[in-house]
């Protein structure tokens, strides 16, 4: 501290006060003039205390009304009034914003000013003035997100970025919302309605092309052509007893040949993975009649999901089939077969198939085992969650890696690689995949933070667990509230895409 | 689609000491729901070897079979047909079209599946039909020259058959194809 000058002047200490009296904003003016006098400036610093005391209460030491109103600091209104209708200011806002960008980009224009004149000047419209009102679903009744659902779905030309803010908090059950949206988000259906009714009728009829090309019993292809062939000779004179007419088809197609172009052959060495498949689709989720019994909609249900399955591993030899696909069809095939409206559930093979290809798009990669250990393939998706849990929690990052030793590959496998579907119960699944699917930052990225949100919600018996109780627990995910678990990957710090933990 | 193996009269080892080459790469496991066998296999070692193919497995006793526990005649029905099985040396005269004609309708049958001519036949009689898949290794026989070995495999699809004759031809394999349908009313086959 420096060696002040001593020796203040009464002018000095009649300074000082004012000095201080000056930190209060907007009275420098009335200080200035009162510095000679300093009877007068501690009279107005005593009064200047007194305003910024009161604040409006003590009303009586106030001399002039006039002066006390402008040396009362200006009180921001929205102190006022309840933190409800500030938030919702702020998500009306943010609402107002997305319709903006959306609108800008309908429009094609590229300044989102004039988007805003517009918005705020012109007549808002209905549907969204409605969903400003209808703020903070947790908060209203499920009628309303209903309500909110049908609004945004109803639309012309569908909101994609609305729908996913939307789904990401979790879609009703019931009504057919829930696969409208999964085939929304998925891409399956364009986002303008009226183009909905022909792309449909495209897709299936393109299902049912390739089922009767590639799923089609050789057997009823040889009678198609014989058909074909009774026709074509005119064979209508026929004996009634004597030898039965031979064709001679050395070097056509017959059950036994092992050509490599005989559909017969092709047939039986489908065989092999509809055996598979068949075996699988018995252990889907069995504690459930949908899938499982004998009944004859598990049967019927149990067939579609082997013919989508059939086709997938055809059309993609370089992957074929694998163990596991049949829970990621599953519940696909659950939601669009439930769909109240008939003409979707009685299609919801073909909606299955198209969507199933889509979702498993992604993430094929980890299917193939050439592919285990290059950029693309698993392994280098599970030292990302590494990273990612690295990123978020160092020290369970370094309990599990380091100290027990528990690699990603024992126990995250099977949740990336299934996504997430043999971890818990069935509508827990669904309600994860409502924000896989709408996640803004790809289903594939969503996954990710989920595993990493897994991993910290039981953050506390790992820390305390070796590398017995770790795995186990981990291998046998306990029940928890998923909203929570939802809430705790949508908050993770990411990581960069390239930061890879050596495993 | 219902695949079903004909065939019979192997005379293993009286005769002919295993099948063709040619035949066994094309006879694999998986692919055959049912074998029926005319008989005269005639010991153990083919009866286990026919069983490797596929479990469900019909035979009847021929004169030379080891095994004397075989039924004479066999019936089964496998989708919409009814099919008769028997070796055939019961019949008299032996391959006689009418006297098969009378064993059809003691069985009740829609097809008739018989040997011991060694000698393949496919033909339509008085509103059933009778195959004869001769013999699988081209055995030996007294009443037929010039034995090539063949077998049969049918292709049984609800009304509809589809046959297939596999002969043994100067060591080629010829396949060919027959067809009939089983008319809700009589005659209307192929």
Known sequence: ?503 | MVLVLALGDLHIPHRASDLPAKFKSMLVPGKIQHIICTGNLCNKEVHDYLKSLCPDMHITRGEYDEDARYPETKTLTIGQFKLGLCHGHQVIPWGDLDSLAMLQRQLDVDILVTGHTHQFKAYKHEGGVVINPGSATGAFSSITYDVNPSFVLMDIDALRVVVYVYELIDGEVKVDKIDFKKAATSHSSH
């Not at chain 1, 030793?405 to 579907?421: D, E, G, S």
């Open chain 1, 1 to 503: 501290m420096l060696k002040l000058n001593l020796n203040l002047s009464e002018k000095t200490k009649r300074v000082l006060p004012d000095r201080l009296g000056s930190l209060i904003a907007g009275f420098e003016t009335k200080e200035e003039e009162d510095v000679g006098e300093s009877g007068l400036g501690l009279d107005h610093l005593g009064e200047e205390l007194e305003t910024f005391h009161s604040c409006g209460y003590d009303l009586e030491t106030v001399s002039d009304e006039e002066e006390w109103d402008s040396m009362i600091r200006p009180i921001p209104v929205k102190e006022n009034q309840s933190s409800v209708v500030s938030v919702a200011e702020m998500i009306s806002a943010d609402e107002k914003r997305s319709e903006l960008d959306f609108e800008a980009n309908q429009m094609g224009t590229e300044s989102t000013v004039d988007g805003l004149a517009i918005v705020l000047f012109s007549e808002v419209p209905l549907s969204s003035s409605r969903s400003c009102f209808v703020m903070q679903p947790e908060l209203m009744g499920t009628q309303s997100i209903v309500e909110e659902f049908a609004v945004v779905l109803s639309q012309k030309h569908i909101n994609l970025e609305k729908l996913q803010g939307l789904s990401s908090s979790g879609l009703p059950d019931g009504g057919g919302l829930r696969a409208t949206a999964w085939k929304l988000l998925l891409g399956y259906l364009p986002a303008s309605r009226d183009m909905w009714e022909e792309e449909l009728a495209q897709n299936r009829l393109k299902y049912a092309s390739l089922k009767e090309e590639f799923l089609l019993d050789p057997s009823k292809s040889t009678n198609r052509n014989y058909e074909e062939l009774v026709a074509s000779e005119l064979e209508k004179k026929h004996d009634l007893d004597g030898l039965l007419r031979r064709h001679d088809i050395s070097h056509g197609d017959h059950p036994l040949s092992n050509r490599k172009a005989s559909i017969w052959h092709q047939y039986f060495q489908d065989a092999e993975i509809a055996e598979q498949i068949d075996r699988d689709l018995q252990r889907t989720h069995p504690d459930m009649k949908f899938f499982s019994g004998d009944s004859s909609l598990s049967r019927n249900n149990r067939q579609a999901m082997r013919n989508i399955l059939l086709l997938f591993a055809k059309l993609n030899p370089a992957i074929r089939y694998v163990q596991g696909m049949n829970e990621v069809l599953a519940p696909l095939y659950y939601i669009f077969s439930t769909n109240p409206d008939e003409q979707n559930a009685t299609n919801a093979e073909a909606d299955s198939f198209s969507c199933f290809v889509r979702l498993l798009s992604d993430s094929v990669d980890h299917f193939c085992q050439q592919l285990d250990n290059s950029s693309v393939g698993i392994h280098s998706t599970l030292s990302r969650l590494a990273g990612l849990l690295k990123a978020n929690d160092e020290e369970l990052w370094w309990h599990l890696e380091i100290t027990n030793k528990v690699n990603p590959q024992f126990y995250a496998f099977r949740w990336i690689t299934l996504l997430l579907t043999q971890e818990f119960n069935f509508s827990s699944i669904i309600r994860i995949w409502d924000s896989l699917l709408s996640s803004s930052f790809g289903v594939q990225e969503m996954l990710l933070r989920v595993c990493c949100a897994m991993l910290l919600c039981v953050k506390s018996r790992l820390l305390s667990g070796d590398f017995t109780t770790n795995l186990k627990l981990l291998q046998h995910y306990p029940e928890i509230n998923i909203n929570h678990l939802l809430q705790v990957a949508q908050e993770l710090t990411p990581t960069s895409y390239f930061s890879l933990v050596p495993v």
